[in-house]
């Protein structure tokens, strides 16, 4: 049954943002009250497009004490888990439908003392993350197709948020249901109505605006959301 009192966390993902001024948009994103930040990670192969490796994530983490959400969108995340933990990622994301083995990922991600999350992309089901959901610490509904911010939401991913979300409540267990991609206050909304309790936001805090005023308006709209689930 869903709580009134679970956890809702809010984490801008930086590749919105101004490269420029990382340190700023670091900044502002912390002094707006962020509760973690999400880094996303390609190798121009799993996805189309290439953004940063472990020395930027590195340079992050000298800026803040705030926990780093490592998305890995790459073919052999197993490889370069050590790499982006010594960066001082705290939870390393890797896709299932990436060449790594998902249970031997989970098994040395565990091993470094790193957080571990699941992630799946739009078309793939729930199910694909059976031989590693129990222990997983963070379950990442992709709402998006990997690779790029500033695409719109796709609701159809919803009812795996819900299930996700229903399966770790069966287990008595709180580990994350992370929504990512597309998310605005309108989309945050009902992805916390169905479970989600992770919000990775790109365009919605840093593309337009001051990042302090767009964070208020996702955290209502969290909070609205997780009420609306409550029976
Ligand atoms: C997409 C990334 C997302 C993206 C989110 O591949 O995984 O984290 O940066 O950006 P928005 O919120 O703009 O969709
Ligand atoms: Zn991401």
Redesign the pocket.
Known sequence: MPSPTRRLRLAP?L??ADFAALGDAVRAAEAGGADAL?L?V?DGHF?P?LSFGPALVAAVRARTRLPLDV?L?ISDPLRYLDAFHRAGGDTLVFHVESDSDPAEVVRRAHALGSAVGGAISPETPLAALDPVFDALDQVLV??????????E?LPDVLPKVRAARERLDRAGRNADVSI?????AATAVRAAEAGATFF??????F?HGSVGENLRRLRAAVEEGAQRAVP
């Open positions: 993902s590749l919105s999400h996303d390609m996805v497009n998305h969108m992709m709402s998006v197709h990997p690779g790029f911010s500033g695409q939401f990512d991609g597309g998310i605005t990775v936001c790109g365009n919605s805090v593309a």
